[in-house]
C-alpha cells in the first residue's frame, strides 16, 4: 500500500513524541523562591530544632513558607516561600536569627511533581541572563607567576654554586637567567651542577673575549606546567570561598589556559562577592615564645586542625616572613621514607628565613595560617531601619609548630609528620597561603533579578508572536499540509525543549532567539517537501505518487542544506562563550529536531491522512486551480 | 511553468552587488564599526529610576565624580538610563558609580546589570570571532566540495562572504552597536544563507543531469525558478519570526535580530544571484556533475 507508515512506526512516533512532552512538562511547572540554610562548616549539621528556630522567625516577621524540609542527611534545609519579592527579607530574618554559623542561600526550589522526578525528567536551567546573578571571569597572573619560579632558581642556583665553590655570577634577564664566569673549568662545573639541580632548565653555552657564558632559559613546558599548577591551586581556593558567599548553586570552572569563570545566581551584592572571592589567605612564620618570655612579645593562637582541637601554643609578636616569601609547598617523603613537607621561599624570605633561625636552633617555629572573616552585625540606621553589617576580621589559627633542627635557608623542609594524608594538607594549606599566582577580574556581568524576569517575559511573548505568525502563514498557504507542518512544528518545539532538559543544557536569552529562529527555519524542510509535491502534480502525477515522490526527492536537499548549517552551528559552539553557547546548542538541537520532525512527523500525518485511500485532489494550496484543470481533462 | 530568465539581469545584480560590496568596504574602512562592550572593553551599567530620570543632572553627577568620558544615554524608557565607562576604570568602579547614582538623588534606583570587560578579554573575542568566521568559511567550502564540486564551493563562498560583508556594512553604516550576540548572528546568517545556496546548487546539480541539450544558462533559470517558490516562502517565515524578535525582544536581542533580519534578506538574494553568477562564470557544465559509475545503479531510477 503506497503512503502507509506500518504500525510500529506510528507507534514509535508517538512514543517519541509522548516522551518528548514528558521530558519537556516539568520546564512548565515555575519554580517557588526558596532558602536554603546550610552550615558555614561542614561539621555543622542542619536539625530540626534549627529548622524550627528559622521557621519561627519567619512567622514572627509575618512571611509565609511552606514545604520545609531537611535535605542531605542534615546537610542543608529548604524553605519554600509564598511570595518572591519578599526572599530578601525572609533570607535577612533567617540569618539574623541563625547567626553567623550557618548560610542562607537565595534558592528556585523546582515544583516538579513526583511522578515526573521518577522518570528523570527536571527542567532546564537557565543562565545568569535570565535568573539573574553575577558572571565573573578570572585571569591567573602567568607573568608574575613565571617571575616567582625564576627567582627560585636564582636563589637555589646561587646556593649551590656557593657550597661547590664554582665561582661566577648570576643575575636575570626575561625568561632566563644569565651565568657568568672567568674560566671554562668553572662553567662547565656549573652546567653539570644546574643540570642536576634543575632538569627541566634548558641550558645553552656562550663565549665571549674572557667571560663564558651560561643561559638557563625556563622552558614553555615548565611554564605550562606553572601555570596549570596556579591555576588548579586558584580553582580550590575559589570553591572554598564560593561557599561562604550562600550561593546554592554556583559554577566555578576553568577555561582556557589561565582563566577560571565563576557564576553566581541569585547574588546581586557584587563588591562583596568579590571581596570574598578576591582575598588572599595568609601565612605567618614566628618563632614559639619562650617559657619565660614577657607577655607583652608574646600571642596566643589555636590549632587549626579538628583534631588538635582547643590545643593552643604562645608565639613570638615578631614576623620572620608571610606568605609572600613562599614561593612554593610541596608534600613529599624524606630518605628514610617519612611524610614531609618541602618549602621553597624566594630569595629575600631565604636570607630572613636563615638570620632568624642560625641563633635558634632547637627552638620551635609556628606556622600561622591567616583567613579574611566576616562577622555580621546588626544596626540601627537613622531612617530606623535595622541594617545588617558584615565586618571583616582577620583569623589567624596554627598550621603547625615544628622544632629548628638546623638553621634553615630558602628551602627547607617540615618533618615528622603523622601520615602522607596530613602532609598534603599542610602542603596544600601552606600553597593557599602563599601568593602562588595572583589573580584578577578581566570580566564581570551581573543581571538584576527584574530584568532576568524581564528577560523571560520578552524571550517568551517573542516565541508566541513567532510561533503565531509561521502557523497562520502555513495553514493559509499550505492548507491540510500546512496543518500538518504546524503539528510537526509543535512537536519540533516540544522535542527541542525536551532534549535540551535531558542534555542539562543551559537556556539563555540568545538560546531564545535560538529558539525562535528555530521555528522559521524549521519549516524550512517542510517547504521543501511541498514545493516538490506540489511540483509533481504540475507534473501531472498523481496524488499519491506526488507525495511519496515528493518526500524522497527532497530528503536529499534537506540534509545536504542542514549538515552545513549544522557545521556552522558546531563552529559557533567551539567558540561562543556563555550566551553565546546557549545559542549553539539550541540552534544545533533546533536543526536536528526539525530534520526529523518534518521528514519522518509530518510524512506520518500526511500519511495518515492521505495514505492508502483514493484521493482525487490534494489540499496543498498554490495549485489546486492547476489539479482541478489536469484532472477535468483527464475525465 | 515558463522559466524566468534570471540570468539575463546577472550584470545588473553584480553591479548592485558590486556597488554595495563597495560602500561596505569604504564604510568599514573609514567609519569600522561602533564596537559594543564585549570588543572594546570598558564597563557598563544599566540602571532603572522610580521616575523619569534626568539625564543631564546624572551627567553632572558624574563629571563631578571624576568619571571621565562617561557616556549616559537612556534605554528602551525614560527611567532606564545605560552609563558607558570607557577601557581603564577599575572592575570596581562599576559597582561604586551604582552607589554614587544612589546617593545623589531621592528616587530608588534598581540595579539592572553591570557589565565589565578587561581589555585583553575585548582583543580575544575580536580575534576569535574572525577566527571562527573563516574557520565556518573553509569548513563550509570543504564540505560543498566534496558533496557537490568545487565550482559549487566557489559559488557557496562567494555568496557567505558577500552576505557577510554587506551585513557588516549596514552595521558600520547605521552605527547599530556591534556586540557578541550580532556576532552570533552574523554566523547564523552564514548558517541560512548557506542552507539557501545548497538548496539552489541541488536543484541546478539535479536539471544539469536530467536535462539534456541545454545550456548551462537556461538549466540554471530553470532551476532557480523551480525553487523560487520554496525560496521566498522559507524566507518569508524565517523574516516573520525575526520581526517578532526584533519587536517584542527587548533591547538585549534586537541588535542579533536586526543583523540576522539583514542578513537573511540579503541571503535570499545571493542564493540566488551571487552563487549562481559564479557558477555560470565558472562555465558550469553537466561535466562538473556526472555521477560516478558506483553510484549510477541506484541513480538511474530517478531519471525520468
Given at each position: 500500500?503506497?503512503?502507509?507508515?506500518?504500525?510500529?512506526?506510528?507507534?514509535?512516533?508517538?512514543?517519541?513524541?509522548?516522551?518528548?512532552?514528558?521530558?519537556?512538562?516539568?520546564?512548565?511547572?515555575?519554580?517557588?523562591?526558596?532558602?536554603?540554610?546550610?552550615?558555614?562548616?561542614?561539621?555543622?549539621?542542619?536539625?530540626?530544632?534549627?529548622?524550627?528556630?528559622?521557621?519561627?522567625?519567619?512567622?514572627?516577621?509575618?512571611?509565609?513558607?511552606?514545604?520545609?524540609?531537611?535535605?542531605?542527611?542534615?546537610?542543608?534545609?529548604?524553605?519554600?516561600?509564598?511570595?518572591?519579592?519578599?526572599?530578601?527579607?525572609?533570607?535577612?530574618?533567617?540569618?539574623?536569627?541563625?547567626?553567623?554559623?550557618?548560610?542562607?542561600?537565595?534558592?528556585?526550589?523546582?515544583?516538579?511533581?513526583?511522578?515526573?522526578?521518577?522518570?528523570?525528567?527536571?527542567?532546564?536551567?537557565?543562565?545568569?541572563?535570565?535568573?539573574?546573578?553575577?558572571?565573573?571571569?578570572?585571569?591567573?597572573?602567568?607573568?608574575?607567576?613565571?617571575?616567582?619560579?625564576?627567582?627560585?632558581?636564582?636563589?637555589?642556583?646561587?646556593?649551590?654554586?656557593?657550597?661547590?665553590?664554582?665561582?661566577?655570577?648570576?643575575?636575570?634577564?626575561?625568561?632566563?637567567?644569565?651565568?657568568?664566569?672567568?674560566?671554562?673549568?668553572?662553567?662547565?662545573?656549573?652546567?653539570?651542577?644546574?643540570?642536576?639541580?634543575?632538569?627541566?632548565?634548558?641550558?645553552?653555552r656562550v663565549d665571549e673575549g674572557e667571560t663564558w657564558f651560561l643561559y638557563a632559559t625556563v622552558t614553555e613546558q615548565t611554564i605550562t606546567e606553572l601555570v596549570d599548577y596556579a591555576v588548579t591551586q586558584n580553582l580550590t581556593t575559589i570553591r572554598n570561598r564560593v561557599n561562604e558567599l550562600g550561593v546554592s548553586e554556583p559554577l566555578v570552572q576553568r577555561q582556557g589556559r589561565n582563566r577560571i569563570v565563576v557564576?553566581?545566581?541569585?547574588?546581586?551584592?557584587?563588591?562583596?562577592?568579590?571581596?570574598?572571592?578576591?582575598?588572599?589567605?595568609?601565612?605567618?612564620?614566628?618563632?614559639?615564645?619562650?617559657?619565660?618570655?614577657?607577655?607583652?612579645?608574646?600571642?596566643?593562637?589555636?590549632?587549626?586542625?579538628?583534631?588538635?582541637?582547643?590545643?593552643?601554643?604562645?608565639?613570638?609578636?615578631?614576623?620572620?616572613?608571610?606568605?609572600?616569601?613562599?614561593?612554593?609547598?610541596?608534600?613529599?617523603?624524606?630518605?628514610?621514607?617519612?611524610?614531609?613537607?618541602?618549602?621553597?621561599?624566594?630569595?629575600?624570605?631565604?636570607?630572613?628565613?636563615?638570620?632568624?633561625?642560625?641563633?635558634?636552633?632547637?627552638?620551635?617555629?609556628?606556622?600561622?595560617?591567616?583567613?579574611?572573616?566576616?562577622?555580621?552585625?546588626?544596626?540601627?540606621?537613622?531612617?530606623?531601619?535595622?541594617?545588617?553589617?558584615?565586618?571583616p576580621y582577620d583569623e589567624k589559627k596554627l598550621l603547625t609548630a615544628p622544632v629548628i633542627q638546623s638553621a634553615l635557608g630558602a628551602q627547607f623542609q617540615i618533618t615528622g609528620l603523622d601520615n602522607p594524608g596530613e602532609a598534603s594538607e599542610l602542603a596544600l594549606m601552606l600553597r593557599a597561603g602563599a601568593l602562588a599566582a595572583p589573580i584578577t577580574f578581566v570580566e564581570e556581568r551581573t543581571v538584576g533579578p527584574s530584568l532576568g524576569a524581564e528577560n523571560i517575559r520578552l524571550g517568551t511573548k517573542s516565541v508566541q508572536v513567532g510561533l503565531a505568525l509561521v502557523v497562520v502563514f502555513m495553514m493559509f498557504y499550505y492548507r491540510v499540509f500546512g496543518v500538518a507542518a504546524v503539528l510537526a512544528l509543535t512537536g519540533n518545539l516540544v522535542l527541542l525543549v525536551a532534549v535540551m532538559s535531558l542534555l542539562g543544557a543551559t537556556l539563555t536569552l540568545p538560546g531564545i532567539a535560538g529558539i525562535v529562529l528555530t521555528v522559521g527555519m524549521a519549516v524550512d524542510a517542510n517547504?521543501?517537501?511541498?514545493?516538490?509535491?506540489?511540483?509533481?502534480?504540475?507534473?501531472?502525477?498523481?496524488?499519491?505518487?506526488?507525495?511519496?515522490?515528493?518526500?524522497?526527492?527532497?530528503?536529499?536537499?534537506?540534509?545536504?542544506?542542514?549538515?552545513?548549517?549544522?557545521?556552522?552551528?558546531?563552529?559557533?559552539?567551539a567558540i561562543g562563550t556563555g550566551p553565546i553557547k546557549g545559542f549553539a546548542v539550541t540552534l544545533s538541537v533546533g536543526i536536528i529536531t526539525s530534520m526529523l520532525s518534518s521528514i519522518i512527523g509530518t510524512r506520518a500525518l500526511v500519511n495518515l491522512f492521505y495514505g492508502g485511500r483514493r484521493v482525487r485532489a490534494l489540499s496543498i494550496g498554490g495549485v489546486g486551480r492547476a489539479q482541478a484543470a489536469a484532472q477535468g481533462a483527464e475525465e | 511553468?515558463?522559466?524566468?530568465?534570471?540570468?539575463?539581469?546577472?550584470?545588473?545584480?553584480?553591479?548592485?552587488?558590486?556597488?554595495?560590496?563597495?560602500?561596505?568596504?569604504?564604510?568599514?574602512?573609514?567609519?569600522?564599526?561602533?564596537?559594543?562592550?564585549?570588543?572594546?572593553?570598558?564597563?557598563?551599567?544599566?540602571?532603572?529610576?522610580?521616575?523619569?530620570?534626568?539625564?543631564?543632572?546624572?551627567?553632572?553627577?558624574?563629571?563631578?565624580?571624576?568619571?571621565?568620558?562617561?557616556?549616559?544615554?537612556?534605554?528602551?524608557?525614560?527611567?532606564?538610563?545605560?552609563v558607558r565607562l570607557p577601557d581603564g576604570y577599575s572592575d570596581e568602579q562599576g559597582a561604586l558609580m551604582v552607589d554614587k547614582l544612589r546617593s545623589s538623588t531621592d528616587m530608588a534606583i534598581e540595579l539592572r546589570r553591570i557589565e565589565f570587560v578587561g581589555p585583553q578579554v575585548g582583543d580575544e573575542l575580536r580575534d576569535d570571532g574572525g577566527i571562527a568566521m573563516l574557520t565556518a568559511l573553509g569548513l563550509v567550502m570543504l564540505y560543498v566540495a566534496f558533496r557537490f564540486q568545487i565550482k559549487f564551493a566557489l559559488g557557496a563562498v562567494f555568496a557567505l562572504a558577500h552576505d557577510v560583508i554587506v551585513t557588516l556594512g549596514f552595521f558600520s553604516l547605521t552605527g547599530l552597536e556591534f556586540d557578541l550576540t550580532v556576532l552570533a548572528a552574523l554566523l547564523a546568517v552564514v548558517g541560512y544563507s548557506l542552507n539557501d545556496t545548497i538548496v539552489v546548487a541541488d536543484r541546478i546539480r539535479e536539471n544539469l543531469r536530467k536535462i539534456r541539450r541545454a545550456q548551462a544558462i537556461d538549466v540554471i533559470n530553470i532551476s532557480l525558478t523551480e525553487t523560487l517558490g520554496r525560496t521566498l516562502v522559507t524566507s518569508l517565515t524565517t523574516l516573520l519570526v525575526l520581526a517578532a524578535l526584533a519587536l517584542f525582544g527587548g533591547e538585549m536581542i534586537f541588535g542579533f535580530a536586526v543583523a540576522l533580519l539583514v542578513g537573511v534578506t540579503v541571503g535570499t538574494y545571493s542564493s540566488m544571484y551571487v552563487a549562481s553568477t559564479t557558477l555560470l562564470q565558472l562555465g558550469v557544465s553537466k561535466e562538473d556533475v556526472m555521477v560516478p559509475e558506483r553510484e549510477g545503479a541506484d541513480q538511474e531510477g530517478m531519471l525520468p
Open positions: 500500500m503506497i503512503n502507509h507508515y506500518p504500525l510500529w512506526k506510528n507507534l514509535l512516533i508517538l512514543i517519541v513524541v509522548a516522551g518528548g512532552f514528558f521530558y519537556a512538562a516539568p520546564n512548565l511547572y515555575a519554580p517557588d523562591p526558596a532558602l536554603q540554610i546550610a552550615g558555614a562548616s561542614s561539621s555543622q549539621k542542619i536539625d530540626t530544632p534549627i529548622l524550627g528556630r528559622a521557621e519561627q522567625a519567619l512567622t514572627d516577621a509575618g512571611i509565609s513558607f511552606f514545604g520545609e524540609v531537611i535535605q542531605e542527611q542534615g546537610k542543608s534545609a529548604l524553605l519554600r516561600l509564598t511570595d518572591r519579592d519578599q526572599q530578601l527579607r525572609a533570607q535577612a530574618v533567617v540569618a539574623r536569627e541563625l547567626g553567623d554559623g550557618f548560610i542562607v542561600a537565595l534558592n528556585l526550589a523546582p515544583t516538579t511533581p513526583d511522578w515526573l522526578l521518577q522518570g528523570g525528567a527536571t527542567p532546564m536551567k537557565l543562565g545568569l541572563d535570565l535568573s539573574g546573578g553575577v558572571h565573573f571571569k578570572l585571569e591567573v597572573d602567568v607573568a608574575a607567576a613565571t617571575d616567582r619560579r625564576l627567582e627560585q632558581y636564582e636563589v637555589g642556583i646561587k646556593k649551590r654554586l656557593r657550597e661547590e665553590r664554582v665561582r661566577g655570577r648570576i643575575n636575570l634577564d626575561g625568561q632566563r637567567a644569565v651565568m657568568q664566569f672567568r674560566a671554562e673549568a668553572d662553567r662547565e662545573a656549573a652546567r653539570k651542577l644546574v643540570a642536576e639541580l634543575y632538569p627541566e632548565l634548558f641550558l645553552d557564576e553566581l545566581p541569585g547574588i546581586q551584592d557584587t563588591a562583596e562577592a568579590k571581596r570574598i572571592l578576591g582575598k588572599v589567605a595568609n601565612l605567618e612564620f614566628r618563632l614559639v615564645a619562650e617559657a619565660n618570655a614577657p607577655i607583652s612579645e608574646r600571642q596566643r593562637f589555636e590549632y587549626r586542625s579538628a583534631g588538635r582541637e582547643g590545643m593552643t601554643e604562645w608565639l613570638e609578636r615578631d614576623v620572620i616572613i608571610s606568605g609572600e616569601s613562599v614561593s612554593n609547598a610541596q608534600a613529599g617523603f624524606d630518605q628514610n621514607s617519612q611524610p614531609n613537607v618541602s618549602i621553597s621561599l624566594d630569595g629575600e624570605g631565604g636570607m630572613l628565613m636563615s638570620r632568624a633561625t642560625r641563633a635558634n636552633v632547637k627552638r620551635r617555629m609556628g606556622v600561622l595560617f591567616i583567613e579574611r572573616k566576616y562577622r555580621t552585625r546588626y544596626e540601627v540606621a537613622e531612617s530606623g531601619e535595622e541594617v545588617a553589617k558584615r565586618i517547504v521543501l517537501i511541498f514545493a516538490r509535491i506540489r511540483e509533481e502534480i504540475r507534473g501531472g502525477a498523481p496524488p499519491q505518487t506526488a507525495i511519496g515522490q515528493g518526500f524522497d526527492r527532497a530528503v536529499v536537499t534537506i540534509l545536504d542544506a542542514n549538515i552545513t548549517t549544522l557545521i556552522v552551528a558546531i563552529i559557533l559552539y | 511553468m515558463n522559466p524566468i530568465p534570471f540570468m539575463k539581469w546577472r550584470w545588473v545584480a553584480i553591479s548592485l552587488s558590486g556597488l554595495a560590496i563597495a560602500t561596505a568596504v569604504a564604510s568599514l574602512s573609514l567609519q569600522q564599526l561602533n564596537w559594543g562592550l564585549d570588543f572594546t572593553g570598558g564597563t557598563l551599567i544599566e540602571v532603572s529610576y522610580s521616575d523619569s530620570a534626568d539625564l543631564g543632572s546624572i551627567r553632572s553627577v558624574l563629571a563631578e565624580e571624576g568619571y571621565e568620558g562617561a557616556v549616559v544615554v537612556s534605554f528602551g524608557t525614560d527611567r532606564d538610563v545605560l
